[in-house]
């Protein structure tokens, strides 16, 4: 969710939008999206995609949605079989939307929204609580190399991280990440990228794991599926 930056005025004027949960028990539900400029939910089609990507690592797993806006793809987590969800949103209107909706949906409650500027929250979250991330800051806010610095530390081995921003905004993360997918559209770039969680050996010796099969006729190349729009 595409957010104005941090001190830009809200307006609810013309009132709330929505978006739809694509998929799972909740599938059709409406998520009202309060009128904002600057205000932008991930495209249906990436949702689509990213949770086609996520479905082997999915059920079951502990989710947060940064920067939540409308809580599209941390609710689309729950819906499709995670066990938990936790909504950062800072903008007060926002967030108290967030809770409503959960109040509203049938097993709602595994969402917890959280009305708190993610910087200032980053820090004070225990280590390794997290199995799957989306990090979507707003643009031009200079926000997305700090909370992906803030985030990781919250990341468990095998974990997976999803990232979307402008598409000439480099993302870099320490070892142990790799790119497992990303996709395009003509202003914005969203990859998902893992995490290989690092075993010890009978000898002593760490050795990384891959979550996911990879392709066994190109063992080094990264598992790569693009599209534009």
Do not use: C
């Not at 595409?2 to 978006?19: D, M, Y």
């Not at 082997?56 to 969800?85: C, K, N, Y």
């Amino acid at each position: 969710m595409k957010k104005p930056a941090r001190n830009a005025p809200r307006s609810v004027a013309n009132g709330p939008g929505q978006v739809r949960v694509i998929g799972g028990r909740w599938r059709g539900s409406k998520l009202p999206v309060v009128d904002s400029a600057g205000l932008r939910p991930t495209p249906d089609r990436v949702r689509e995609t990213l949770f086609n990507w996520l479905a082997p690592v999915i059920d079951g797993a502990m989710v947060l949605d940064l920067f939540a806006g409308s809580g599209a793809l941390g609710l689309e987590a729950l819906s499709r079989g995670a066990a938990s969800a936790v909504l950062v949103e800072r903008d007060p209107v926002l967030a108290a939307s967030l809770l409503a909706t959960t109040q509203r949906l049938q097993g709602g409650q595994a969402a917890r929204v959280v009305q708190a500027d993610a910087m200032h929250w980053l820090p004070t979250q225990p280590r390794a609580s997290f199995d799957i991330a989306f990090v979507d800051p707003p643009f031009a806010t200079g926000l997305l190399k700090p909370a992906l610095a803030g985030v990781l530390p919250l990341m468990r081995d095998g974990a997976w991280l999803h990232v979307e921003g402008p598409v000439d905004e480099p993302v870099t993360l320490p070892g142990g990440w790799s790119l497992h997918r990303e996709g395009r559209t003509r202003e914005v770039r969203h990859a998902l990228y893992r995490h290989r969680p690092v075993l010890t050996a009978g000898d002593g010796t760490r050795v990384g794991v891959d979550t996911l099969p990879i392709d066994p006729a190109r063992p080094d190349v990264p598992d790569l599926e693009r599209f534009a729009q």
